[in-house]
């Protein structure tokens, strides 16, 4: 069961104050969606558990850097693991256009992931599918680029070959249009 923004507030909050019985609520509610980011970008378990490691590290000494006008809880957790994925490819010197982007076998991201959990996270990526579908191509093309295969914004420049300002309006008006789309 997905936990509310509000209780994941008060966990962050919470382990912003040292907290560490929050903190480890926040883990438990939140680590299985984070390992299934990392392990999605990453594409090896190890190097996964790695990042999920060091990310919940960053998340405990930033919790009190944490804005909720900027976004909920779980996006910015996401972020951060995001991150730490796409600097272990780098400082590993993986080329992010030779990554795999097909889908993770089931029995490497689920296994992390409670029962319950596993509908709502494939309900969720069906809606998150049927959404894509509905952007025009060039927003689609750079969102899965940017955010599926961790490409910069000037590294899709060179991969389209568009300018990199059109490319920057490429991905906010679809990171929009799919805001929209998830709320609806």
Known sequence: ME?????????LYAAAQGNK?????????????LFSVSL???????????????????????????????????????SITRYRALDLLKSRRVKAEHLDISEPDNDQSLDEVQPG????????????????????????Q?????????LSHQEITEHTGSALGTVKSWIRRGLTQLKRCLEA
């Not at 558990?49 to 957790?77: C, F, P, T």
């Open 3 to 11: 936990q509310s923004q509000q209780q994941l507030l008060q966990w």
């Open 21 to 33: 019985p929050a903190f480890e609520q926040l883990y438990q509610a939140t680590s299985g969606k």
């Open 40 to 78: 999605h970008l990453l594409r090896r378990r190890d190097w996964a558990e790695d990042v999920l490691q060091d990310a919940y590290v960053r998340i405990w000494h930033n919790a009190a850097d944490y804005h909720a006008e900027k976004g909920s809880v779980m996006s910015w957790m996401i």
């Open 117 to 140: 959990e596993a509908i709502g996270l494939v309900r969720e990526k069906v809606k998150l599918d049927d959404c894509m579908q509905g952007l025009s191509d060039e927003h689609r």
């Open 142 to 150: 750079s969102i899965q680029l940017a955010y599926f295969n961790g």
